[in-house]
Structure formats: C-alpha cells, structure tokens
C-alpha cells in the first residue's frame, strides 16, 4: 500500500500490506517529461541531444489529465532546461490545478527571473536544482559562475 500527499511530498510505503492485484494502480507513480531537449548550458557530461524540440502543450495538457485519471501520483518537468519551454507556467498551472497529481521539475536555474518564480508560484510542488558542487568545482562543471546560480535562487 503506498500513501502520497502531493502537498508535502510525502510518501509512505507499507510493504507488509497486501492488495488485491485488482486494487493496483493502472499508471506509473511519477512519470518524466522531457519538455524540450534544448539546453542554454553546454556541460561537458550532460547526455541530452540539443535540439529544440518540444511537445504541443494542448497534446501534453490531454496526457497529463489522462495520467490523473489512470492514478498516476506525480509529474515531473525536465528536459534539456524546462524553463525553455515557453508554455511551462501555462502546463504546469493545468496540472496543478485540474489534476490531482505532484507537478515538480528540475532545473539549472540559472533562467529563474522573479517574473518566472511568479508565473510558476503554485503551481509546483518542488523544484530541484541541478548543482554539481560548490564553487570551483560548480564551475567547472557548468561553464557559470557559482555566485550566479547563488543570486539567482536568492532573487527568485
């Protein structure tokens, strides 16, 4: 039996309860979306082809209902950088508002602006930051400086 509260991201698994197969959930639990593959960063390790490409936010609004519908628990926003997609404060108000599910995203950051923080206020559960290490070693990593990403998230 899993409990989930979208509110506080809290999960508890009791593994000792046993469900009937026909009580178990049709969907996947959290379910991934890569909004664009484009990225405004050029990490040396990062995997991600650098493409624009991205999905139709009506087609991706209609997906997202039917992952609510199926009892999928959550969503998560990536890509590339999900604050490249225009439509990301639009899509992620729809979830949250119309949907039962954990709308969170990872981001580099470094895009946050107070009019983003604001257009996206409430309309994500968590945000988590990609950071690689602290100064230098951030650095490093990412082609841009530590104090950058710093200010950004004290700003936004």
């Not at 990062?46 to 936010?57: E, G, L, Q, T």
């Not at 309309?123 to 841009?144: K, M």
Request: include cysteine; glycine fraction near 8%; charged fraction near 20%.
């Amino acid at each position: 039996m899993h409990l989930f509260d979208r509110r506080t991201g809290l999960n508890v698994l009791f593994d000792e309860v046993d469900v009937p197969e026909t009580q178990w959930a049709r969907a996947p639990r959290q379910v991934s979306i890569a909004l664009t593959n484009a990225c405004d960063l050029a990490c040396a390790f990062c995997y991600a082809p650098k493409n624009a490409a991205v999905p139709d936010a009506g087609r991706l609004c209609a997906w997202i209902d039917e992952l609510d519908a199926e009892g999928c628990l959550g969503i998560g926003f990536g890509g590339g950088e999900p604050t490249l997609y225009r439509r990301l404060p639009q899509v992620s108000r729809h979830a949250a508002e119309r949907t039962r599910l954990a709308v969170t995203m990872t981001t580099h950051a470094h895009r946050l602006t107070p009019q983003l923080t604001d257009a996206l206020a409430g309309a994500l559960n968590i945000v988590r930051v990609s950071v690689d290490g602290v100064g230098t070693t951030y650095e490093e990593q990412r082609s841009r400086p530590f104090t950058e990403l710093v200010q950004r998230l004290d700003t936004s």
